[in-house]
T-cell receptor, first 113, second 112 residues
Framework: DAGITQSPRHKVTETGTPVTLRCHQT?????MYWYRQDPGHGLRLIHY???????DKGEVSDGYSVSRSKTEDFLLTLESATSSQTSVYFC????????????FGDGTRLSIL | QQQVKQSPQSLIVQKGGISIINCAYE??????FPWYQQFPGKGPALLIA?????SEKKEGRFTISFNKSAKQFSLHIMDSQPGDSATYFC???????????FGAGTRLFVKA
């Protein structure tokens, strides 16, 4: 949707390993977001970016870091993955105008064994 | 104050029936209320949205009802179809804000 691509789409890894998820957008949106989706919790914001190199924490940011070196790319890194980080991760983007919808990618299913 | 409370958690409706999902918020600064629809294996996508200057917005079989004084809004799906089976999220945001606050989601199943 709206040119948002997430990679990989699926990943299985072991506890303690680093993991990086990538979000790429083609719409030149200023704002980008990373969410995790878990049953009963809906979408919870991990980190967001309001411009190149401008990022801030969301409600569940512990154990995660992000980077945005280009407008089109927003990376989410789990420095040392834990089983509690097993989830489906969604990237979203939004343009400059307030109160516009966010456009989501199709998610990355991450399993940490 | 930043929460959006959504109910029910799951809903089963007969084909042709009306599906109703409710949301409530506390932050009176919220002024944009979108609903998202999510199919399995896909990301959420905007379904319909409302601003608090109107009490109702209709798009095809989907209607948002908004009660500003009660700080509640709801999604009504008329003539529900099996293809409407999905997870629905209500959300809220405010002008100038970076974030959108999402409800916990409602899994709708429409029986044929």
């Amino acid at each position: 949707d709206a040119g948002i691509t997430q990679s990989p789409r699926h990943k299985v890894t072991e506890t303690g390993t680093p993991v990086t998820l990538r979000c790429h957008q083609t719409e030149n949106h200023r704002y980008m977001y990373w969410y995790r989706q878990d049953p009963g919790h809906g979408l919870r914001l991990i980190h967001y970016s309001y411009g190149v190199k401008d990022t801030d924490k969301g409600e569940v940011s512990d154990g995660y870091s992000v980077s945005r070196s280009k407008t089109e790319d927003f990376l989410l890194t789990l420095e040392s993955a834990t089983s509690s980080q097993t989830s489906v991760y969604f990237c979203a983007a939004r343009g400059d105008v307030s109160n516009q919808p966010q456009h989501f990618g199709d998610g990355t299913r991450l399993s940490i064994l | 104050q930043q929460q959006v409370k959504q109910s029910p958690q799951s809903l089963i409706v007969q084909k042709g029936g009306i599906s109703i999902i409710n949301c409530a918020y506390e932050n009176t600064a919220f002024d944009y209320f979108p609903w998202y629809q999510q199919f399995p294996g896909k990301g959420p996508a905007l379904l319909i949205a409302i601003r608090p200057d109107v009490s109702e917005k209709k798009e095809g079989r989907f209607t948002i009802s908004f009660n500003k004084s009660a700080k509640q809004f709801s999604l009504h799906i008329m003539d529900s179809q099996p293809g409407d089976s999905a997870t629905y999220f209500c959300a809220a945001s405010n002008t100038g804000g970076f974030k959108t606050i999402f409800g916990a989601g409602t899994r709708l199943f429409v029986k044929a």
